[in-house]
């Protein structure tokens, strides 16, 4: 395999899983999927961090004894003094590189090398050229820009790498309000962590019944699975060095599989997306972001 | 007497302009009529020279204008924004309203003299966050998502130096500004890029019996009943079905309404207070403004706010003080 | 949250010179119209200006309680309004506008909110929403005066013209809300075009119904206990 070639990541976690399922879950992505690099760390709800958090540093070490490399991710939404000082602390803490999934961890890594996530706006390259001076080394982009943008970006992007989300429920809107709590009567403080039912997220149906968006906690995901196996020629050519894959409650190793034999031209795109369909049987597949449409839309 | 807050007040066109200042407005905020700001309606907005006689309304009248550019300039395409900042700083407005960290290092490099406002559309929920705006681009006043209680507003204000503005009556968006693709997912059309959350391009009443029944693309928002208040046709106000039960899982179509807590405000440290409504008609303009000038100077004098029906230009009916009571959550 | 849901619109008077006007031949209403028109596109070009992306579309505006109906066609040179007894000839138009005629004529003079009395459901739009947003925010971007710029064209009048319109206007309103009482009895004539306020008044006398039935059993089984318990002494 050239060492230019494309690069898998597994993005983190977005569901409450159990902490027993991500342990196992990452043992299996260390030891059999094809990722280059694993980010980790609790991006949704700050109330979920403690469950996994002792876990931490024994799967990072197991992921990187597998030849990964991991990536620790910030929350999104950062408000309370709390949730302040875990990003300072991880800011601290230079043992691994770090993803900003916030502005104030954006001020707070200036000036190491570090990751901006897909939940800070980067749309244009003036925000890209100021982040790279702030000492950004990648970047991933969001999940709204079409292929124009995105090719636009990769020719300004000099020597940052970018990242794009190829695969996985596509995280729509975050909020200070918990919407899986609302849903039982309950308020965010005393939510009895009830995001824990929803392995995939709580789908969200409009009145007659068509499938729209799944709650996770505070976050909005798509109901459809974004899915760009189809499209990874096309990021090759515009110079994207980096795919991410979200993790889902699939057999993401199988996953990995295709997109990494696509990749490699050993698997041509199409059949790639029917294995793929035959492992996501729980929503349709989206890529209309990339084909500048409406994000649910699937351009085939 | 303690100072008043300022009182920032919105106009999509020029006779809501000179409602804005005539009702007493410290301040009126507008976007030029097209893409570079989040309120890009059809027909609504100013061209450069509505905007050259708006502001010399406003400012013989000693009322200053902000200029909102507040979207996210396309990638490729950066020329419609720097000229919006440009023209804005040109004409002599006061303050441009920004969200962009491209954007924001263009003005800050280009136009240093001019004040540099951070948009809610930036999000900036936390003293960090400010700190790193204020730093990079020298902003001077935060526009506060509306994500915070009052007490965190006092709490940030008490860590900071910069002003801070907060949203006092009006549309209320559930989710951090900036960062929602709800409208895009549903439209292909972005705030964050076009300016416009559920577009009406995409929007579709259909009268289902005695039943309204609002679409927005390929979904149905909501049903309403005969003589139910309706909403915007904005996802976050829509009603879906969650588990089998059918509900305003994100939000009810309410708006916010924060005039009874101005002294809780300007307790908390907040600098001025900004009403939402450039899409809205100038009677809505005059009547809001009119109300808070009064609720603002009494509230300045140490008096209760005089009582005040805006009940019916509120969204659905109803109002809220939203996520500023920290049981919103 | 507080409610401040306010009961029901009142209809407004005009439902009573719409039923005096039912004789009256649109085609009768139709110079006016057109003077209308030409004194707005003099007084509010910058509102004509804004019009110009709309240009080539119709909307059917309807005044519930009024037994007509109009046309606003935007062609791109001469803009024409034009009134017709049924909705049903206005052809396939871009979208259509409906609420109280005072109400309507409120809107197109900025003394009320658009999205006000959308939300409290007085105004019903159906067709191109964009379209209607448009021609909404067209509107409220000029400052229109409907009466006093059809009373300026009477020239020197025009100031003792202005206090009589408003004399007229303001009795107009108060009577809107004295009316409340008896609107009721006038509500059938204009049935047809008020769906809402029939289904309403159907499910009003639905429930009643019912609360009628429920009264019998209950009367009924009373009746029945107090025959048993007499039987059993």
């Known amino acids: 395999m050239a060492t230019h070639a494309t690069k898998l990541t597994l993005g983190p976690i977005l569901f409450h899983w159990p902490a027993e399922r991500k342990r196992d879950f990452y043992a299996r992505i260390a030891d059999e999927a094809p990722i280059d690099t694993v980010y980790l760390g609790e991006v949704v709800c700050s109330k979920r961090a403690p469950f996994f958090d002792s876990w931490l540093p024994e799967v990072a070490a197991k992921l990187e004894r597998a030849g990964k490399k991991v990536v620790f991710s910030t929350l999104a939404l950062v408000m309370s003094e709390r949730e302040i000082e875990a990003v300072r602390a991880m800011a601290e803490d230079s043992g691994f590189l770090v993803e900003a999934n916030d502005i104030s961890a954006v001020r707070l890594f200036a000036g190491r090398p570090h990751v901006i ?58 909020s200070a309000r918990c919407y899986h709590a609302r849903s039982r009567g ?14 995939g997220g709580m789908p969200l149906k409009t009145l007659d019944e068509k499938p729209f968006f799944a709650v996770n906690g505070i976050q909005t995901l798509s109901y459809t699975v974004c899915n760009l196996v189809q499209e990874l020629g096309a990021l090759r050519d515009m110079t994207i060095g980096y795919v991410r894959l979200w993790p889902q409650a699939v057999d993401m190793v199988a996953v990995a599989d295709v997109f990494r034999s696509v990749l490699d031209g050993k698997t041509e795109a199409r059949e790639g997306e029917a294995i793929l369909s035959r492992h996501v049987d729980f929503a349709p597949f989206s890529n209309g972001y990339f084909h500048g449409r409406e994000g649910a839309a699937y351009a085939q | 007497m303690a100072e008043p807050l300022e009182l920032v007040c ?35 907005n100013f061209s450069r020279s509505e905007l050259r006689d708006g502001l010399a309304y406003a400012h013989d009248r000693g009322t200053r204008v902000y200029v909102a550019i507040n979207t996210l300039p396309e990638a490729g395409n950066p020329d419609p924004w720097h000229r919006a900042v440009d023209d804005a700083a040109a004409l002599g407005c006061d303050a441009l309203i920004l969200a962009d960290i491209g954007l924001l290092d263009y003005a800050a490099s280009h136009h240093a003299g001019l004040r540099r406002h ?23 006043r935060v526009v506060l998502p509306r994500v915070l209680t009052v007490a965190e507003i006092a709490e940030l204000n008490a860590q900071i130096t910069v002003e801070t503005e907060v949203f006092a009556f009006g549309g209320l968006c559930v989710m951090a500004e900036g960062r929602c693709a709800l409208s895009s997912y549903a439209t292909g059309q972005s705030p964050n890029v076009q300016g416009v959350c559920s577009p009406a391009s995409h929007v579709r009443y259909e009268r289902r019996g005695d039943e309204m029944v609002s679409h ?24 879906f079905v969650a588990a089998g039960r059918a509900s305003y899982i994100f939000e009810e179509p309410t708006s916010l309404n924060v005039i009874d807590s101005i002294p809780d405000l300007m307790a908390a440290g907040v600098k001025a207070l900004k009403i939402e409504g450039r899409q809205r008609g100038r009677a809505y303009v005059s009547q809001v403004v009119s109300a808070f000038r009064k609720a603002v100077d009494a509230a300045a004098r140490g008096e209760p706010a005089p009582a005040c029906d805006l009940g019916s230009v509120t969204e659905g009916q109803r109002n809220t003080t939203g996520a500023y009571a920290k049981d919103w959550r | ?114 999205d006000a009395v959308f939300f409290s459901r007085d105004l ?38 202005q206090r009589l319109a408003d004399a007229v206007g303001a009795v107009f309103r108060r009577a809107t809300a004295d009316l409340e009482a008896v609107r009721s009895a006038f509500v059938s004539p204009v049935r047809d075009k008020s769906d809402a306020q029939a289904v309403r008044i159907r499910k009003l006398e639905a429930e009643l119904a019912e609360m009628r039935d429920d009264l019998r059993r209950l009367k009924n089984s009373a009746r029945h206990r107090k025959q048993t318990e007499l039987a059993e002494t």
Request: glycine content about 8%.
């Open chain 1, 117 to 174: 996530g897909p939940f800070v706006n980067v749309y244009n390259e003036g925000t890209l050229r100021y982040l790279a001076r702030n000492g950004a080394t990648r970047v991933v982009l969001s999940n709204e820009l079409p292929a124009h943008s995105l090719a636009a970006l990769a020719e300004a992007a000099g020597n940052v790498e970018l990242e794009v989300q190829a695969f996985g429920r596509l995280p729509l809107a975050l």
């Open chain 3, 1 to 114: 949250m507080t409610d401040n849901r306010h009961s029901s619109p009142p209809l407004s008077p005009v439902l009573f010179a719409g039923l005096v006007l039912r004789p009256l031949p649109p085609s009768l209403l139709q110079p006016l119209l057109g003077v209308a028109m030409n004194v707005m596109r003099e007084r509010q070009p910058g509102l004509f200006e804004r019009l110009d992306e709309l240009a080539g579309n119709a909307f059917l505006i309807d005044p519930v309680d009024l037994p007509f109906c109009f046309v606003l066609k935007l062609d791109p040179r001469t803009p024409n309004l034009t009134c017709i007894r049924d909705a049903a000839d206005a052809g396939t138009p871009t979208a259509v506008v409906r609420g109280p005629f005072l109400m309507l004529i409120d809107l197109l003079e900025g003394r009320i909110d658009g």
């Open chain 2, 10 to 44: 919105p106009a999509g066109a020029p006779a809501a302009l000179r409602a804005a200042v005539d009702a007493g407005a410290d301040v009126v905020y507008v976007g030029f009529r097209d893409q570079t700001n989040a309120r890009n309606f059809p027909g609504l």
């Open chain 3, 124 to 161: 019903t739009i159906e067709g191109d929403t964009e379209a209607v947003v448009t021609l909404r925010n067209a509107i409220d971007s000029g400052e229109i005066r409907v009466v006093e710029d059809l009373l300026s064209l009477l020239g020197p009048l025009s100031a003792p013209a």
């Open chain 2, 216 to 239: 927005l693309g390929d979904y149905t928002i909501n049903v309403f009943a005969d003589g139910e208040p309706a909403g915007y046709p904005t996802l976050c106000k829509g009603r």
């Open chain 1, 186 to 199: 309950l308020h965010k403080d005393s939510c009895q962590y009830v995001c824990a039912d929803d392995l």
């Open chain 2, 118 to 140: 951070l948009s809610v559309q930036a999000s900036a929920s936390n003293v960090e966050s400010i700190r790193f705006y204020q730093e990079a681009f020298g902003v001077q």
